[in-house]
């Protein structure tokens, strides 16, 4: 079964500087996507970036950027230039044969000014 | 934008009562989910449902049942709360994988629920 862990359940980074979230996943499957989700404290989960694994390039989405490293099953987020607003919970999530999303247990990011 | 509704964010019920929790989406998705969500446990699927009146078990069914009557709306139902369900349940609706554009799960705002 396809499991992701994310091993830093609390972060914390000051204004303006960059902060990277790690996420490791096991599959045996060789197309899939990844995610990262956030959670602000207002408890709507939105979409932050996807991966689609048969992509080299690595996914960005302005200050968010991840590295996918496909063979170490490791999708990692970069947040760069930290802003107050990026405080929530982030959570990675894999995607596979069975449409169905495993997450992680979450990271809790805290921006500090 | 993908607007994914939930019938309550904060809701109160007794142990032993039928609790129903209604989710409504206006994009037109063929996927369904509801999952629940605890502290340290991340989220876990209850149940998705692919198209109308289809369902299938995720990974935390027990004590669950859903109900996808039209393609909009989907449904999940305590038949008879326990303590133990007191959480916080997420609705999330998709496109299917074939259907090309950006495929990704969108989540409403979720609903605390507590069993007393």
């Known amino acids: 079964a396809q499991t992701v862990t994310q091993s830093q359940p609390e972060m914390s980074v000051q204004e303006a500087e960059t902060v990277t979230l790690s996420c490791t996943y096991d599959?045996?499957?060789?197309?899939?996507?990844l995610f990262w989700y956030k959670q602000p404290p207002s408890r709507q989960m939105i979409l932050v970036i996807r991966?689609?694994?048969?992509?080299?390039q690595n996914a960005t989405e302005n200050r968010f950027s991840v590295n996918f490293q496909k063979a170490a099953k490791s999708f990692s987020l970069k947040i760069s230039d930290s802003q107050l607003g990026d405080t929530a919970m982030y959570f990675c999530?894999?995607?596979?044969?069975?449409?169905?999303?495993?997450f992680g247990t979450g990271t809790l990011l805290a921006v500090q000014p | 934008d993908v607007k994914v509704t939930q019938s309550s964010r904060y809701l109160v019920k007794r142990t032993g009562e039928k609790v129903f929790l209604e989710c409504v989406q206006d994009?037109?998705?063929?996927?369904m989910f509801w999952y629940r969500q605890d502290p340290g446990l991340g989220l876990r699927l209850i149940y998705f449902?692919?198209?109308?009146?289809?369902?299938e078990k995720g990974d935390i069914p027990e004590g669950y049942s859903v109900s996808r009557e039209k393609k909009e709306r989907f449904s999940l139902i305590l038949e008879s709360a326990s303590t133990n369900q007191t959480s916080m349940y997420l609705c999330?609706?998709?496109?299917?994988?074939?259907?090309?554009?950006?495929?990704?799960?969108?989540f409403g705002p979720g609903t605390r629920l507590t069993v007393l």
């Open positions: 991966q689609e694994a048969y992509k080299q």
């Open positions: 999530a894999f995607d596979g044969a069975t449409n169905k999303l495993i």
């Open positions: 449902s692919y198209d109308v009146k289809m369902k």
């Open positions: 999330a609706s998709s496109t299917r994988r074939t259907s090309g554009g950006l495929y990704t799960q969108y």
């Open positions: 994009m037109d998705h063929e996927n």
């Open positions: 599959t045996s499957e060789n197309n899939y996507y």
